[in-house]
C-alpha cells in the first residue's frame, strides 16, 4: 500500500523518497538520518584514515544512538529534579561500584570505583582496552570489569551503577540481546546471577565523575592498575565533592 501511494504522487526518487518519510512517521526519518551520517561517517574514515568500516555495525550503532536518544528526549520534562540529585550512598551492609568507559579513536579504557556508605573510596580498577568497537561496546565492558573484580576480590552484596542508559536497560531486560555486544550482556546477565545481592542502576554523568576520571585515566595505562590504598587525588576530591 505504502509503495502503491508514493508511486502515484512520486515524479522522482526525491518525490518518493518524501513520500516515504511522511508516511513512515518521525522515528523512521530519524533512522535514515542517523544510517546516513554512519555511511557518510564511514565514508571519511576509509578515504583519509584508510578504516574499513563494517555494514552491520553501522545499523547498530544507528539503532542504539537513536534508543539513547529517544530515552532522554521522552523524560526531559523530569530532567531539572534529576539534574540536581547528588551522588547516593548505599546502605551500611552493601558497597556501590561506579563504572565509567572512554573511548576515542586513538585508545579506549573502563573505569571502576568502589565506595563504602559513607562515600569514601575503598578501592579503584582503570583498565586499557586494545579491542573497542565503538563507546557502545567500551561502557558494555566496563560493567563487565566491575563484576569480575566484585568476583575477584570477595565483593558479594552491592549496587552497580553508569551512566550508560542503553547498556543498563539491556542489562536488566529478559529479551535476548542480538546485537554486536549481545554475548558481553547475556555473558553480564549471567555473572549477576553468581552474587548474593546486585542491583544495576543508570546515574547521570553528573553523578558518576569519579568512575568517569578513572576511566580518562586508563587511557594512558598500557594494561590495569588497581588501587587500594593512595588513591588518585583527582578521584578522591571528586568523590569528597559528591558528599558536599
Known sequence: MLKAVCKLVAS???DWFDCFLKLRGKKTTALIAVIMWMIWRCRNQKIFEDKD???????EFAKA???EFWNIHNTKGTRRSIEYHKWVAPAEHLLKLNVDGAFSEAAAGVGVVVRNHLGQVEAILATRVTTALNAEHVECLAFLSALEFARDFGITHFLLEGDALNIVERINSNEPDL?????????IRSLLATFDFVKVNYVRRTNNVPAHIVSKMSLSLEGSRVWFVDFPKAVT???LQDLT
Do not use: P, T
Open 65 to 67: 544512538f537513536l534508543h
Open 12 to 14: 522522482s526518487f526525491k
Open 237 to 239: 576530591d571528586a568523590a
Open 179 to 187: 546485537s554486536l555486544i549481545g554475548n558481553i550482556v547475556h555473558g
Open 53 to 59: 568500516g563494517v555494514a552491520k555495525q553501522v545499523g
